[in-house]
């Protein structure tokens, strides 16, 4: 099954062509509010960041009904069999969001991630550190009315004043080169999430 669905940032509309496999739903609500989350963090970095989108975003999103079909997916593109999701593509436009059926909370974490990924994608090339520390922060963010909510304690901008070198805005939108921190693995970089 095959749905679209339109929104619009401070860019222009966001197309999001939704695809379910092996029995996976997406009811309409949901879909909604995860259109609604994605237009929210878009219009945050946006603002923040200042990374400039194209007239138009485009996304596909594929939801996995079949735990052993999302396993074998994800082992294909060389991830962890218990990932919730991943992002792969960028500017060419090949932008795919996959993610395994789950309750509604745990989907919500995982799309606002692998979106940030996405939305990021469109900045100056980032570390994964960094990659993963703003994805981190925007999926543990909350929603008050129109505003997202993300929060971070001044131990974790500690972290990141002293290992990456400034905040997150001069990270993205500055010329420097970007600090790359010791130990590019999976932990290291989830560690230095909550530096963000």
């Keep these: 099954m095959l749905l679209a669905a339109l929104s619009w940032c401070l860019a222009g509309p966001i197309s999001i062509d939704v695809e379910t496999l092996d029995g996976a739903t997406l009811d309409r609500g949901t879909r909604i509010r995860l259109e609604y989350m994605l237009w929210q963090v878009s219009e945050l970095y946006s603002h923040r960041l200042g990374i400039d989108y194209p007239r138009t975003l485009r996304l596909k999103m594929t939801l996995h009904g079949d735990p052993e079909r999302f396993r074998k997916a994800a082992e294909a593109v060389g991830l962890q069999p218990w990932v919730g999701g991943w992002f792969r ?41 960094l990659n ?31 290992e990456g070198g400034g905040s997150v805005e001069t990270m993205v939108l500055g010329d420097a080169p970007f600090k790359d921190l010791p130990g590019e693995t999976v932990s290291t970089r989830y560690i230095q999430a909550w530096a963000l």
């Design 132 to 162: 993963e520390g703003l994805a981190v922060a925007i999926e543990t963010s909350r929603a008050e009315g129109r505003d997202l909510i993300v929060s971070t304690s001044p131990r974790n901008r500690a972290v990141l004043a002293r």
């Design 89 to 129: 593509g960028g500017r060419d436009g090949t932008n795919e969001a996959v993610f395994r059926a789950v309750a509604e909370p745990e989907l919500v974490r995982a799309w606002l991630h692998e979106t940030s990924h996405f939305l990021v994608s469109y900045g100056r090339p980032a570390p994964n550190w």
